[in-house]
């Protein structure tokens, strides 16, 4: 190992959840890796009581925290994380992430070493507070099917086919699978690959940056993975959870609705680049 070489960089952005930013610092630190690690946490709470608890992971060498006296957004304080990393890979990792073994790091990385192909690699998510697996994986958006998910429409035959293609829950969750995205809670990204894509797009604020950065990710020829061996827990709540009354009650799911149109607009009339690489390397393989 090169003196003070850095692998991987390992970005959280905090929301009001200092506890358990605590608990996943604690056992990534855990972590047994032939390789130096650095962790990087954003923090967009603006609470100075949630700042303090944070700042008690100053005690790990490896810990560097900022505090954003405004909440900037996910995308820009993301993207603002991973500008400070040193890493070959970053690791996009949502705050209530929990590493239930000393090794996943270390697995992590070798598979993307051994893997050049990759682009993301995700792994499988376990809801700590039910025991449910989280389903991460998602064809690329469809507006209807988006709309359809929160609304009676979804009981409806036509719009529940295509709610079922867009959440892709018959997909099996038991084997390394090719995917159109998957959720941001957890990536890992070679830095190169990021940087080239400029990381998220700030033209979204919330929402809709990660179908965004797989479906460029898929356009310059890598994969987007989610591979079940590895597994991590997380608490099972989401920001965009609940249904059509919800919307005139969550300003977070209005903001993932001028996402989605921004999302939609950006990605007009554009083929899927997963299916387009998918018949390259078919045609590549047949020659």
């Given at each position: 190992?090169?003196?003070?070489?850095i692998?991987?960089?390992i970005?959280?952005?905090?929301?009001?959840k200092?506890?358990?930013?605590?608990?996943?610092?604690?056992?990534?630190n855990?972590?047994?890796?032939?390789?130096?690690f650095?962790?990087?946490?954003?923090?967009?709470?603006?609470?100075?009581?949630?700042?303090?608890?944070?700042?008690?992971?100053?005690?790990?060498?490896n810990?560097?925290?900022?505090?954003?006296?405004?909440?900037?957004?996910?995308?820009?304080?993301?993207?603002?994380?991973?500008?400070?990393?040193?890493?070959?890979y970053?690791?996009?990792?949502?705050?209530?992430?929990?590493?239930?073994?000393?090794?996943?790091?270390q697995?992590?990385?070798?598979?993307?070493?051994?893997?050049?192909?990759?682009?993301?690699?995700?792994?499988?998510?376990?809801n700590?507070?039910?025991?449910?697996?989280?389903?991460?994986?998602?064809?690329?958006?469809?507006l209807?099917?988006?709309v359809a998910?929160?609304?009676?429409?979804?009981?409806?035959?036509?719009?529940?086919?295509l709610?079922?293609?867009?959440?892709?829950?018959?997909?099996?969750?038991?084997?390394e699978t090719?995917v159109?995205?998957?959720?941001?809670?957890?990536?890992?990204?070679?830095q190169?690959?990021?940087?080239?894509?400029?990381g998220?797009n700030s033209a979204?604020?919330?929402?809709?940056?990660?179908?965004?950065?797989?479906?460029?990710v898929?356009?310059?020829?890598?994969?987007?993975?989610?591979?079940?061996?590895?597994?991590?827990h997380?608490?099972?709540?989401?920001a965009?959870?609940?249904?059509?009354?919800?919307?005139?009650?969550?300003?977070t799911?209005?903001?993932h609705?001028?996402d989605?149109?921004?999302?939609?607009?950006?990605?007009?009339?554009?083929?899927?680049?997963r299916?387009q690489?998918?018949?390259?390397?078919?045609?590549?393989?047949k020659?």
């Open positions: 190992m090169v003196k003070n070489s692998k991987a960089s970005v959280i952005l905090d929301f009001l200092s506890k358990r930013v605590i608990q996943n610092v604690e056992s990534l855990k972590q047994k890796t032939n390789f130096n650095e962790i990087i946490i954003v923090d967009n709470s603006c609470s100075e009581e949630n700042a303090k608890k944070l700042k008690t992971l100053e005690k790990f060498s810990v560097q925290i900022h505090i954003n006296t405004k909440n900037i957004g996910y995308i820009r304080a993301n993207n603002q994380g991973a500008k400070l990393a040193k890493g070959e970053i690791l996009i990792v949502n705050p209530d992430i929990i590493w239930p073994s000393n090794d996943i790091l697995r992590l990385i070798d598979y993307m070493v051994l893997n050049p192909q990759v682009g993301i690699l995700a792994p499988k998510q376990i700590d507070d039910t025991n449910t697996m989280e389903y991460t994986a998602r064809s690329f958006p469809v209807t099917a988006q998910r929160r609304t009676f429409l979804r009981n409806m035959l036509f719009f529940k086919n709610v079922a293609r867009y959440e892709m829950k018959d997909m099996n969750y038991q084997k090719k159109d995205w998957i959720q941001s809670s957890f990536w890992v990204v070679p190169k690959l990021w940087t080239e894509l400029n998220l979204y604020f919330i929402f809709m940056s990660d179908p965004d950065f797989c479906f460029k898929w356009e310059k020829g890598f994969e987007v993975i989610l591979n079940p061996s590895f597994t991590v997380a608490d099972g709540r989401r965009s959870e609940g249904g059509f009354l919800a919307f005139f009650k969550k300003w799911l209005r903001q609705v001028i989605a149109l921004v999302y939609r607009f950006l990605h007009l009339f554009k083929k899927n680049p299916i690489y998918l018949k390259k390397n078919k045609r590549i393989r020659n």
